[in-house]
């Protein structure tokens, strides 16, 4: 009787070792350590100078319209390493992978704070945001690898390290610069990527050789006939997408309705705050059921209730609208710890990581656009309002394939004569 399985450890004759309970840090705890400050290097590129950009700019000599190009890098380039990544991840492996994209990280962010030119400062940010991407995509197969009996607790810890990485940057970004200037403001993250990539020469240096003897990432070709991959897509886009548009457009849509300026960017942090117990509550509430998708649909209700309420009485209420707002974009880490639930290898992972963040992030690229396209094409908040609840649908839809208790791999098996590695039970 043969069955595949996945990440079996093996002894040196070959034989399947039985797998035995570990305790958290029991032969890895440098992974640990290289895992949650690699997390809290994934977004700082992007909050560390996007309080900053104007400052920059005026110093620079780069236009408003500018800012916006700045805005839009992000998600154009996880998008971008999304897609790429998985075949960065066969010719080097998972762990050459994460040390190759902190250093771009720490290399990109401090080049750009020694530029002089709006180029540079673009090219550099890329190259630092590419960095970023990469580690998006590597994060959720590492803990797959590493501890897939920990797979709720290492999602709840890395992605809550995501948001405190997301959140610091942005508090701390205006006074560092006001005391030291926006050069030392934005460059000091570069301490983070490269202390982020040190862990990594020591996982490295313990494992030798070890990657060869993974199951190979599947070909793209495979899994972009998979209806758990664009389901996740779907669910992991459309969050992003309404996400983003969120963070870009809640102020004005606050000021219109009589807020201050100072109220709006109150009300943008508090949204950020509770995306924070999202990502420390989400993981484990989807580990624990065999099929998720009732909370994804209790989450999306909020979503809607939150949309008419700032679309129709945005201040009768507001602190209460963008608190149930907040617990909208529980999908996203929810869609983060599917990838390893819906999948059996650290392979797969890998391939559904790159997948649902590349298709992801390319379609939230849209959201703030389309939604201020619609604003000022219409003078109000309707058209863009329906524009995200269309975007609720469609993550509803993609989640409801996401969240079928299946695997991915099975999938491949069933689509495809290729023969796959297995192990004699």
């Known amino acids: 009787m043969t069955a595949t399985l996945p990440d079996i450890a093996t002894g040196p004759s070959g034989v399947a070792a039985e797998p035995r309970a570990r305790t958290l840090f029991e032969g890895r705890a440098l992974v640990l350590a290289a895992i949650v400050m690699s997390a809290l290097t994934l977004r700082v590129a992007v909050t560390a100078f996007s309080p900053l950009a104007e400052r920059i700019g005026a110093e620079i000599g780069y236009s408003t319209a500018i800012v916006g190009v700045?805005?839009?890098?992000?998600?154009?380039?996880?998008a971008l390493s999304g897609l790429l990544t998985p075949a960065l991840v066969r010719r080097a492996g998972l762990e050459r992978t994460a040390l190759i994209a902190m250093l771009m990280a720490g290399?990109?962010?401090?080049?750009?704070?020694?530029?002089g030119a709006t180029a540079g400062l673009l090219t550099l940010s890329a190259l630092a945001l590419a960095g970023m991407g990469i580690g998006n995509v590597v994060i959720p197969p590492l803990v797959k690898r590493y501890f897939p009996d920990r797979v709720a607790v290492l999602s709840s810890l890395y992605i809550t390290m995501v948001q405190l990485g997301t959140v610091v940057p942005a508090l701390i970004a205006v006074p560092v610069a006001q005391a030291h200037g926006w050069r030392v403001s934005v460059g000091l993250w570069a301490l983070l990527g490269f202390a982020a990539a040190l862990p990594w020469f020591g996982v490295l240096r313990g494992r030798g050789r070890l990657d060869v003897t993974e199951t190979p990432v599947p070909a793209g070709g495979r899994i972009s006939r998979s209806p758990v991959a664009w389901g996740m897509a779907a669910m992991f886009g459309m969050t992003s997408l309404i996400t983003y548009a969120m963070f870009a457009w809640l102020p004005k849509i606050l000021a219109e309705a009589g807020a201050s300026d100072a109220f709006g960017g109150t009300m943008v942090g508090l949204f950020a705050l509770v995306g924070l117990v999202s990502a420390l509550s989400a993981p484990t509430m989807v580990a624990r059921v065999r099929n998720p998708f009732p909370l994804v649909a209790l989450f999306g209700v909020c979503f809607f209730v939150a949309f008419a309420g700032l679309l129709f009485a945005p201040m009768?209420?507001?602190v209460?609208?963008?608190?149930?707002?907040?617990?909208?974009?529980?999908?996203?880490?929810?869609?983060?710890?599917?990838?390893?639930?819906?999948?059996?290898?650290?392979?797969?992972?890998?391939a559904l990581s790159g997948f649902t963040q590349g298709v992801g992030y390319a379609v939230a690229c849209a959201g703030?656009?389309?939604?201020?396209?619609?604003?000022?094409?219409?003078?109000?908040?309707?058209?863009?309002?329906?524009?995200?609840?269309?975007?609720?649908?469609?993550?509803?839809?993609?989640?409801?394939?996401?969240?079928?208790?299946r695997v991915l791999e099975d999938?491949?098996?069933?689509r495809t004569d290729t023969p796959r590695r297995a192990y004699t039970a």
């Open 70 to 78: 700045f805005g839009m890098i992000p998600t154009a380039m996880f």
């Open 107 to 115: 290399a990109g962010m401090l080049a750009r704070a020694m530029v």
């Open 316 to 318: 009768s209420a507001p």
């Open 320 to 350: 209460l609208w963008v608190v149930i707002l907040g617990l909208g974009p529980s999908t996203f880490p929810m869609a983060l710890t599917l990838i390893n639930l819906r999948t059996r290898s650290s392979a797969g992972s890998a």
């Open 368 to 405: 703030p656009l389309l939604f201020g396209v619609l604003h000022t094409a219409t003078g109000g908040w309707l058209a863009p309002f329906a524009l995200l609840g269309a975007a609720e649908v469609v993550l509803l839809i993609g989640a409801w394939q996401a969240c079928k208790p």
């Open 411 to 414: 999938g491949w098996n069933a």
